[in-house]
C-alpha cells in the first residue's frame, strides 16, 4: 500500500486550561497525519509525504521521522522562511478552542506533487487552508482519474480566514462547489459545514448540494459525538449511518484528531473498500488520539488498538493492492 500525503506541517504551541502553560513546541499539522499511517502501515508499505519546511527545522523533522522505514522523505522540501507557527488556546471544556497562525507557507505546488501520484490512495488535509490551491487540485483529479486512484480531502482550515492578530474565523468559501467536484471521500466538521456557504445551508440541503457534485462518501464529524456518512452508489443512491462516539477515558488533548481520522479513515478505506467501516475504524483511532498528550504516544497506536478490540481488516485482493498491512 502506498499513501501520498499532501499538507502544510506546523510547529503547535498548545495552551490547556488545567495545566501549567506549554512553552515547547511540536511538529503539527501534517504530522499528525504521518504518525497515524507510519503506526498503521507496516514497513513493506509506503507513505509519501510532499510538503516544505523552514530550513531551520528541517532536521528536527528528518530525526523525528528517521526511525519509520515506511515515510518516503524525498518529497520534504526546505524553504528559507520561518515555519508555520500555530498556537491553540482550549477552552475548560477542551473542545473549544482559539486558533493563532503565523508564518503560513506558500501553497505546495503541482511540480512537487507530480512525481509522488503512482499510489493507491491521496489524501489532502488543508492544515493550513493555504496547502494547494483549487488549480493545483484541479491536476490532481486528471492526474489520478484514469488510474482509479481515490483522494481523500479534509477541508480542515480550508473554510479559515486569519485576521490582523494572526486569529482563525470561519467565512463562506465562494467556490466550495469547485474544490468538492469529484472527490472520493470528503471530510468536514459539523461547523466547517456550517459556514461553508455563503447561503448558510444548513446539513440536509447541503448535502444534497454537494452530493451532486459527484463526491462518493462524505463525513461529517461531530467530536465526541461521533459522526454521520454519506454514501452514494453508482447509481445515484445516498446512504446515511450516523456513527456515535467513542471514548477511552478523558479527553487529555483533542488537538490533531481530525487528521488521525482522515489517515485512519484512507488507510483502512483502502483495504476494505467500504466507507462505513473505514469511518468506524477512523471514529475509534480518534478518540484514542485524544487521550494521548503528544504525537510521541502515537507510537503504540496499532497494539493499543489491538488491545481494544478494534480489528484491523486484511487488505482486499484486487490485483492491486495485494501486499499492505495486516
Not at 510547529?11 to 503539527?28: Q, R, Y
Not at 452508489?233 to 490533531?256: F, M, N, P, R, S
Request: proline fraction near 3%.
Amino acid at each position: 500500500m502506498t499513501i501520498t500525503v499532501l499538507g502544510h506541517i506546523c510547529k503547535d504551541l498548545v495552551h490547556i486550561p488545567a495545566e501549567k502553560d506549554i512553552t515547547e513546541e511540536s511538529f503539527g499539522g501534517i504530522m499528525y497525519t504521518l504518525l497515524t499511517l507510519a503506526n498503521l502501515m507496516n514497513e513493506r508499505d509506503c507513505i509519501q509525504p510532499v510538503f516544505g519546511i523552514g530550513q531551520a527545522d528541517y532536521e528536527l523533522l528528518m530525526e523525528q521521522l528517521r526511525p519509520y522505514k515506511n515515510i518516503d522523505v524525498s518529497g520534504i522540501f526546505k524553504f528559507k522562511y520561518p515555519t508555520n507557527q500555530v498556537q491553540l488556546f482550549y477552552q475548560k471544556d477542551a473542545q473549544t478552542r482559539v486558533e493563532c497562525s503565523q508564518h503560513i507557507a506558500a501553497p505546495i505546488p503541482f511540480n512537487r506533487i507530480k512525481p509522488y501520484l503512482d499510489g493507491d490512495g491521496v489524501l489532502v488535509n488543508m492544515v493550513s487552508g493555504a496547502d494547494i490551491t483549487l488549480e493545483t487540485l484541479g491536476y490532481i483529479r486528471m492526474e489520478v482519474r484514469e488510474r482509479g486512484i481515490p483522494i481523500h480531502f479534509d477541508f480542515h482550515s480550508l473554510t479559515l480566514g486569519t485576521d490582523r492578530e494572526f486569529k482563525r474565523f470561519r467565512r463562506p468559501l465562494t467556490d466550495w462547489r469547485r474544490w468538492c467536484f469529484m472527490l472520493n471521500s470528503i471530510q468536514m466538521s459539523e461547523e466547517e459545514a456550517l459556514g461553508l456557504s455563503a447561503e448558510r445551508y444548513d446539513e440536509k440541503t447541503l448535502t444534497n448540494h454537494l452530493m451532486t457534485l459527484m463526491v462518493e462518501t462524505l463525513l461529517m464529524t461531530r467530536g465526541k459525538r461521533g459522526l454521520t456518512v454519506i454514501v452514494q452508489d453508482i447509481h445515484k443512491k445516498l446512504t446515511q449511518k450516523d456513527i456515535d462516539g467513542v471514548t477511552y477515558g478523558d479527553a487529555v488533548d483533542t488537538t490533531g484528531c481530525g487528521d488521525v481520522f482522515g489517515a485512519a479513515f484512507l488507510y483502512q478505506y483502502l483495504k476494505s473498500k467500504d466507507s462505513f467501516i473505514a469511518a468506524e475504524f477512523a471514529n475509534k483511532t480518534a478518540a484514542l488520539n485524544a487521550t494521548f498528550k503528544s504525537t510521541k504516544e502515537l507510537e503504540g497506536l496499532r497494539s493499543i488498538l489491538e488491545q481494544r478490540g478494534v480489528i484491523l481488516l486484511k487488505p482486499a485482493t484486487n490485483g492491486k493492492n495485494t501486499n499492505g498491512s495486516l
